[in-house]
């Protein structure tokens, strides 16, 4: 069942990243590498951040059978979201929503589909109205067609203006009142979608080679209606060939060549009865006829199953090797660095610590946070970042680790603002959860679990949290001690070098917030807002930038010395 997109049901969402951000640490300049060695045009990409801040920047271009094409991975960096682009797929993320989404698009596919991040929503499909079309190796798309993919998905108002020649972006959320009938439907499929996905012609968006120690599979991923083929056997020369019916494709990127294994090369060439694989073997390999064709039940994709002849001692190895392999790569994904989770202190009706000049701990918190998570994304493409919260809102203390946990984070930061009634003192500190060892610590962290005396059932819910509680937590989470340790003082390092904030060192307290996350965690006290320097600096937008990349670059040398820790535990 087809549906509007302003029938389905929206997230709540936050404002877009502040301009201070680009300015300070990117140059607005192309989006991407040029589809050739040759100079692209671009098209003006200008987008809207609200308080009359914003940024330009060119997307590439070509024009594509009389009509101009932005090209897909241009455009989605342009907009500042993280993508993975492999194979004639382009795979992009937002957390512009909670909680997120991923958009696939393919090669020659007449829906794109929308994966949510939460657990318990329905993937989408939207119907484009044009298929990407895959041009040296980038994905393209019709400027208004893309205009209104990337509107639907992100929920902003997205056009392409002819008239003026630019692509135009409005990053705050739209009105809910406003149609979007005019940029095409979103469909929530059902569990098959096979149905939805395979009409139209029939197009082979990609071709891979898996090597078997008896053998190969060649796989072939279409898009499109099903389709038959014709396969002819391995002749005296050791050559076979297939001709898929009516199908159509890249030639040049469905053909390829191998220098080892039992299949040497593929070459692709348009017939008058379809798209035609030509398939040469290692003479060496003995291929045995006949050869089996496949067509998946569950997926658009096809499969050629090449057999030889195998000898069963180096059979036996290579399942062994594979299967330790697959043991190994399992453990490393356990402990791949691919989630962090940020949490901005207080929000909502607790403001947190108060400035002379009235500015709000929550706030500079949160511009902080999402600056970090904005560089995050754009630095780590492969790293997820999960926010405990993204607007002013109050979250009680015992759900911030909640999310943290599941959402398998393996890394737990909590940024926040400090405050003393001498108001001299000023410097960042970066705390880890253990026992109080001064005074100081423990007024810190009696002020930042203050805030419990806000939540339901507060007496209730933490009636646990005693001195000798706090102990057990702490050995409890003794597996994570070293690491937390050197997360805080990698942290600190860039902001000691900082000539505006001085900090002030790593100290031990019982932050609630960080009694509950299972994963190493640290809570960082950006500066003193009581201090009537570090108030000044703490609300100018610009440096809460600054901070942020600070930060960052703590956390860059907390990631290489951890992920070198783990490869030679693994190399053990």
Known sequence: MMLSLSRLRRCSAVPFLMAFFFAAFFSVAAAAAPVSGEAQPTLPLR??????????????TRNDRGSLCVDLE???????????????????????????????????????????????????????????????????????????????????????????????????????????????????????????????????????????????????????????????????????????????????????????????????????????????????????????????QTSNRYRLLVRSEADVKALRQSEKTRQIASVIKKDMEKWKFDTIVLDAGHGGKDPGAVGLKGTREKDVVLNIVRDLGSIIARKWPGVRVVYTRKDDRFIPLHERGKIANHEGGKLFLSIHANANNKRSIRGAEVYILGPHKTKSALDVAMLENAVISQEVDSEERYKGFTQEHLIMSTMAQNAFVRQSTSLAQEILRPIDRSSTINGRGVRQAGFMVLWTPSMPSALVEVGYISNAQEEKILRDRQEQTKIAYRVFQGLEVYRRNYEASRLAAMER
């Not at 809207?48 to 590439?60: A, C, P, Q």
């Not at 891979?208 to 120690?213: D, L, T």
């Not at 050559?239 to 220098?259: E, P």
Request: glycine share 10%; charged share 20%; hydrophobic share 45%.
């Open 47 to 60: 987008v809207s951040l609200g308080g009359g801040e914003g940024y330009t920047i060119g997307v590439f």
């Open 74 to 296: 241009s455009m989605t960096r342009a907009l500042r979201l993280s993508l993975r682009v492999a194979g004639g797929t382009l795979s992009a993320e937002e957390a512009l929503n909670s909680p997120g989404s991923v958009l696939i698009a393919r090669d020659g596919g007449a829906f794109v589909r929308i994966e949510p991040r939460g657990r318990s929503a329905a993937p989408r499909m939207l119907q484009l109205r044009a298929s990407p079309r895959l041009i040296g190796g980038r994905l393209f798309l019709p400027a208004a067609d893309a205009a209104g993919m990337f509107s639907l998905w992100l929920d902003r108002d997205i056009l392409y203006s002819q008239k003026e020649g630019m692509l135009k972006v409005w990053m705050q959320p739209r009105p809910r009142a406003r149609s979007t009938a005019s940029l095409g439907s979103l469909t929530t499929p059902s569990t098959d979608t096979s149905s939805a996905v395979s009409a139209g012609p029939t197009r082979i968006v990609s071709i891979a080679v898996e090597e078997r120690a008896n053998g190969a599979i060649i796989i072939m991923t279409a898009s499109g209606a099903p389709t038959e083929a014709v396969l002819l056997q391995p002749d005296a020369s050791g050559n076979a060939a297939f001709t898929l019916k009516g199908a159509s494709g890249d030639i040049a990127a469905l053909s390829k060549t191998f220098g080892e294994g039992v299949v040497r090369g593929i070459r692709a060439s348009v017939t008058p009865e379809g798209l035609r694989f030509a398939v040469s073997f290692d003479p060496e390999a003995r291929v045995v006829a006949p050869m089996e064709f496949q067509k998946s």
